[in-house]
């Protein structure tokens, strides 16, 4: 036990050293389970844990597990540091002004929306895991106003029953 305690300190100093802390830039991984062609999202730590662990906010809100209310304090295993706070580095608007709100200490995490990873790499890529079911099970070809994605003002992919072959030209 004494020993597991030293290496989650020792851990903590390490990720700390190699720039961890509040407005740090982080890729946060999807585990390859959730969805086969991940990539990586950017976010911002707002916060940090004893032994390494982070809260992190995207431009869509604060990051969770699964979307609910709750605090996830995501693994040092499932985020990758980009940039210390001090550092400068190219994001997106929506993102630097979040980050700099986080900075000046100025960020309301506890009133902003929150969005689940899965939900946000869906968001970011545009397309589901080939795990999940398709989004609409139209026809092959011939999608119509009935099409789950039609309704959804979203263009057909490749994990719709008709492959993203059809007429859908929704964006």
């Keep these: ?17 190699k720039g961890l802390g509040i407005g740090a830039v982080v890729t946060a991984r999807i585990d390859a389970r959730d969805h086969s062609h991940a990539q990586g999202l950017l976010a911002i730590v707002y916060k940090v844990g ?13 990051l969770t597990s699964s979307g609910t209310q709750a605090d996830f304090w995501m693994p040092h295993s499932q985020y990758r540091i980009v940039a210390r ?14 980050r700099k709100k986080v900075i000046d200490g100025n960020y309301d995490y506890q009133n902003a929306p929150r969005i689940s ?4 790499h869906e968001m970011v890529v545009g397309a589901n895991s080939p795990l999940k079911k398709g989004k609409c099970m139209c026809a092959k070809g011939n ?3 009935r099409c ?6 979203r263009k ?11 007429s859908n030209s929704h964006e």
Excluded: F, W
């Design 156 to 166: 057909c992919s490749s994990t719709c029953s008709c492959s993203g072959k059809c």
């Design 50 to 62: 004893p032994y390494g662990g982070a809260l992190v906010v995207c431009e869509h809100g604060v």
């Design 85 to 98: 706070a001090e550092e400068k580095t190219t994001l997106a608007p929506a993102l630097l002004e979040i």
């Design 117 to 120: 990873l899965l939900k946000y």
């Design 1 to 17: 036990m004494v020993q597991e305690d030293s290496m989650k300190k020792y851990q903590a100093t390490d990720l700390k050293a």
């Design 148 to 153: 789950g994605c039609y309704r959804s003002n």
């Design 143 to 145: 999608c119509t106003k």
